[in-house]
Every structure is written in structure tokens, then in C-alpha cells.
């Protein structure tokens, strides 16, 4: 018999506890979405009147060639307001970005009792978390999404601990970006003035991670929201999104474009991998570059995947701005601190905005 989900400790247990996730209230045929999934109005997307955003992809193979300069400009540029953009001829085979889409499709209509064995509290590996929402323990209202996510070590480890459904395509993805990251990283770190060397690589992308979200099918989409409002809290954030769409991006008060303040939706554009940067780039730099405010809504008509890859420095790493930076700006805006530090406090609150930053932010009164 179908729990009660007008009971939230009965929908808890049965979403978050049993392993459901949100996948298993649709599939018991609900007509609406359950009390605890309505966010509170100030949250809710109006698609209606959500721009898009017009911004044209960034070629990367351009960087190999003439056009290099060009190209380092157009991603400073997007690193520096939207903090968002888009990147085709990225190297990451076409047949694969498919192939990770279908497999996230067939990983999630699994049977429950297939992906709850890695649930936090059960999971076989330290390395992989199956769950719901974001943190279901703190928020008020819960995020129409359920994830599977699985930490990098090494090949060997993750093809020994990784879920068999999905270990091969996400660590193929892991591995053919990592290139295209690194280009993305030096184009960035070079414009403050920081050579990217093989020694400082793990100082900034030492941490890997691939998930694979599902966002099912929702009755009442504009009542709720897959992922909350948040910035990433990592380096860079490399996602590849289906072509259902549902990702809407802030715009800051404080660059120079249109529709400040307002949120944007970036368009799936065929084959284009997204990149977003993540909180740690924005304390490197100092406050130039913006982490970008990201939100995902849901659909009613189909259900959505998106493949995300977070890289962040090692957990013992220090993070600071760059010295050459502050001494250009004449103020440090972040402190020193270590990132598992930052990572626990990340973690330990519901999504809110950007208020991840205040962790680092050195108050200026």
C-alpha cells in the first residue's frame, strides 16, 4: 500500500529514508505534488516571464588556433558576469554525451531497492551516495530531484566501487574532459596572473566528482523546484543537460549587463557541454570572477537528467585569493581557510543563494 503523503514523517521515510526518492511518489500515481515539495512563493519560477539567454557558445577549438586570444577573452568575459557559459568542439566525444543521458535515464528507473543500497547510511563505498532533494534534514521545503553521485580516487577504485549501471560512461566522461578543463582553468588562472603547472593542478581541481540527477515528471512544476537557488561550491562545474531545459542562472547587480537581478534560463544547446564557476574561483580571484546562482525547475511533460562533473581542490587544500591579486586590488576580500572546512559548512545548511560565500567573506565595516 502507497504511504500517505500527506504525513511528512510517512513521505520522509518512504522519499529519503526507504530510498524512494521522488521518482517513487510519480510512480505511485500522484495527482499533486505533496505539501512538502511546495516551495514557498518567493521561490517558485515563473517560466512565463524568465528570459533566455541569448549568449552564443564559446568554440574551443578555436584555442588551438589564431583565435586564441579571442577566445581566452570570451571566457574571462563570461567567468567575470554571468558566470555561466556554454562550450562546443569540447573534445568530450558527441556518442558519449548520448550515451551518459540514456544511462542516467536507465539508472534511475532501476527498482528502488536497486539504488537505496547506496544510500549514505548503507552504501557499500565511501566513494558513492545515492539520494534525494539536497540536505532533506534542513529544508523547508524539499527539491524535486533524486542523484546519484560518485566521488573519483582512481580508475581502479572507481571501476571496483562506482554503480556497474553507470561506472563506465561517467568515468569516459570524467576522463576525455579533463583536457577541456584544464584549458578552461589556464585560459582563467593566466588572466589573474597564476601559471597552471602539472605541480599546482591538485591545488585546484584535485577533487572530482560525477553525478547523475533525475528530475521526474512533476504535476504542479510551477509550485516547485528541482535544485534550489545555490551557487556550486568547487571550481568549475562542467554539465551536461538534456534537451528539456529547466536551468535558470541569476544575473549579479553588480557587472555590466542587462537584466541584473533578474534570472535568466540557459537553453540547451545541441552537443554544448555547460560551464559554470563554482565559489572557489571566485575567492581565487578574489571577487573578479562570479560564482555563479543557479536554480532548476521542473517540467511536467517529460523527465529531465543532467550530467554534472564538480572539480574543487583536495580537502586539506588552503584557499585564499591570489596574492598577485590582492596586491593589484589592494584588499583581500576572502580569508585563508581549508576547503573540508568550507565543504562541512556547505553541506550542513540547505541551499540559500550564494550565502555558501559568507563561510570566506572578510566583513569590510
Known sequence: MAPSFDNESSLFNFVVRDGNGVKGIVDSGISKVPQAYIQPTAEQIDKKNA???EIPPIDLSKLNGP???EVVNQIVRAAETLGFF???NHGVPIQLLDSLKQTAHNFFSLPAERKAVYRKEV???PLVKY???????KERALEWKDYISMAYTNDAEALQQWPIECRDVALQFLKTSHEMV???LEALLGNLGEELDDS???AFIGKKMVNMNFYPTCPNPELTVGVGRHSDMGTLTILLQD???GLYVKVPEDVDMEKKGEWVEIPPIPDALVINVGDMLQIWSNGRYKSAEHRVRTTSTKSRVSIPIFTSPLPTQKVAPLPQVVKKDGVARYKEFVFSNYMNSFFGNAHDGKKSLEFAQINSN
Open 131 to 137: 539520494g534525494t532533494s539536497f540536505v532533506p534534514e
Open 86 to 88: 556554454q562550450v562546443v
Open 51 to 53: 528570459s533566455k539567454c
Open 182 to 184: 584544464r584549458n578552461l
Open 243 to 245: 534537451g528539456i531545459g
Open 123 to 125: 552504501s557499500p563505498s
Open 67 to 69: 583565435d586564441h586570444d
Open 200 to 202: 599546482k593542478i591538485d
